[in-house]
C-alpha cells in the first residue's frame, strides 16, 4: 500500500479512450470491458468527493465522419460537471485546451486510466509531467494492446513520470482521513 495521499478538489481523474471501437479491441493483460467497468467505478468515487472526471476520446483527423464506435462508450454516463476532451493525436495535452481547463480548475494532480496503457494513457502522462501535474497512473483501470507493453510502462516507464497505485489505492487516498 502507498501513503499517497490527494486533494479530491484539485485532482482531475482522466480517462483514456473509453469508446466502444476501442473497448472491443483485444488487450491485456484485462480485457476492454474490465477496464471499463473499473473506470466507472473510478469516476463515481472521484465524483463523489469533488474531483473532475475528464473523459478523452479520439478522433481520426481529416476524416468526415468517424468509425463507428467513437463516440463514449454510454456507460461511462457523463454526469454534469465532467470534462470531454477530443483529441487528434496519441495524448490528450496536444491541440486540446486540456491544460487550460484543468489550470481554470485549479487541478494539480492527474489520475489516469483507459486503453491503451502504452499509447493514450503514456502519451497524456508524459505530456502531463512536462506540463508539471502530479501524475498517478491506476495500474489496474488500464490495459495494453499485448501483456509485455502493459507490463513495460508499468514496470519502468510510468515510475519515472509519476506514481504508480492501485483503483482501491486511489480511492482510499481521495477519501477523508478520519482520526
Known amino acids: ?62 476524416v468526415g465522419i468517424q468509425p463507428e464506435g467513437s463516440e463514449l462508450a454510454p456507460e ?8 470531454e476532451i477530443v483529441k487528434r493525436s496519441v495524448g490528450a495535452f496536444p491541440g486540446t485546451g486540456l491544460d487550460e481547463a484543468l489550470r481554470s480548475r485549479d487541478i494539480d ?3 489516469l486510466g483507459g486503453i491503451a496503457t502504452n499509447f493514450g494513457v503514456e502519451s497524456t502522462g508524459r505530456a502531463a509531467d512536462d ?28 515510475p519515472r513520470f509519476g506514481t504508480v497505485t492501485t483503483g482501491a489505492e486511489y480511492v482510499a487516498a481521495l477519501s477523508p482521513q478520519r482520526d
Open 109 to 111: 494532480t492527474i489520475a
Open 76 to 83: 461511462l454516463d457523463p454526469q454534469p460537471g465532467d470534462l
Open 1 to 62: 500500500m502507498t501513503s499517497l495521499t490527494l486533494e479530491p478538489r484539485r485532482t482531475a481523474l482522466v480517462l483514456i479512450d473509453l469508446m466502444p471501437r476501442i473497448i472491443a479491441l483485444e488487450t491485456a493483460p484485462l480485457s476492454g470491458a474490465d477496464v471499463l467497468e473499473r473506470c466507472i467505478a473510478l469516476a463515481q468515487a472521484t465524483r463523489s468527493v469533488g474531483g473532475l472526471v475528464v473523459h478523452v476520446r479520439v478522433e481520426r483527423p481529416g
Open 131 to 158: 506540463h508539471g501535474y502530479r501524475t498517478i497512473y491506476l495500474s489496474d483501470a488500464m490495459t495494453g494492446l499485448d501483456r509485455a507493453a502493459h507490463d513495460f510502462a508499468i514496470s519502468y516507464v510510468f
